[in-house]
């Protein structure tokens, strides 16, 4: 009897908790979209009555005054709603603010629960052994690489003088590609070119001197 007393009271209990955060929120912000039109409505009202005022101000003053009684109150009840407004916006922010770090707490939580559950089943002195393990490893088949290529690279020998010879022709390269790059031209003769009536003259003088020369020759 006393185990189904505890029963019930236990559901009772929950039945009495009080509203998630969310559901909080959401009602905050019914409460001030609720208020936010009571202002519309008042402010409304205020206008009304300051016109009627307005209106008589000289015809009738104690139905103008009337009107600013009123108005008065109007603006009372207006200046409560503010207030009111400003510590629900201070309250939903506030708990706007806690379900954020809520789900960012949940969300490191997860990830550190994670990050252990991945780590579990490593060991650091074992992870050392292992990088140990593949380093000798790669030692190991670059000495096996080096003995394979030592032997079969046997006997040749490089002569230095090809190198140097074949040093010198890349440099003399080099050197024409400078020259065709910066646009040098070979220089040019300075001594004026004979023109073709020269040229014409100074083979025919030839021939006639090679002509006396045979004659000089036949007549001796």
Do not use: C
């Not at 209990?13 to 409505?41: M, S």
């Not at 922010?93 to 954020?100: C, F, G, H, K, V």
């Amino acid at each position: 009897m006393s185990i189904f007393k505890k029963k019930l009271g236990h559901k009772k209990k929950d039945k009495h908790e009080g509203p998630t955060t969310g559901e909080a929120i959401h009602k905050l912000r019914d409460t001030e979209e609720l208020l936010v039109k009571k202002q519309e409505y008042l402010e409304s009202k205020i206008q009304k009555e300051l016109a009627t005022a307005k209106q008589n101000a000289t015809k009738n003053k104690r139905v103008a005054m009337q009107a600013l009684k009123r108005k008065k109150k109007y603006e009372q009840q207006l200046q409560q709603i503010d207030g009111t407004l400003s510590t629900l916006e201070f309250q939903r922010e506030a708990l706007e603010s806690a379900s954020t770090n809520t789900s960012v707490l949940q969300t490191m939580g997860m990830a550190a629960k994670s990050l252990k559950a991945a780590h579990q089943h490593m060991d650091v002195d074992k992870v050392h052994d292992m990088m140990d393990d593949i380093a000798e490893q790669q030692d190991l088949a670059k000495e096996i690489t080096e003995a394979i290529s030592g032997g079969l690279a046997f006997g040749n020998d490089v002569d230095e003088d090809d190198l140097l010879a074949e040093l010198e022709e890349l440099e003399q390269e080099n050197l024409d590609e400078q020259l065709l790059d910066t646009g040098a031209l070979p220089s040019v003769p300075t001594a004026a070119l004979p023109s073709r009536a020269e040229a014409g003259r100074n083979k025919k003088d030839k021939e006639r001197d090679q002509d006396f020369a045979e004659l000089e020759a036949w007549a001796s």
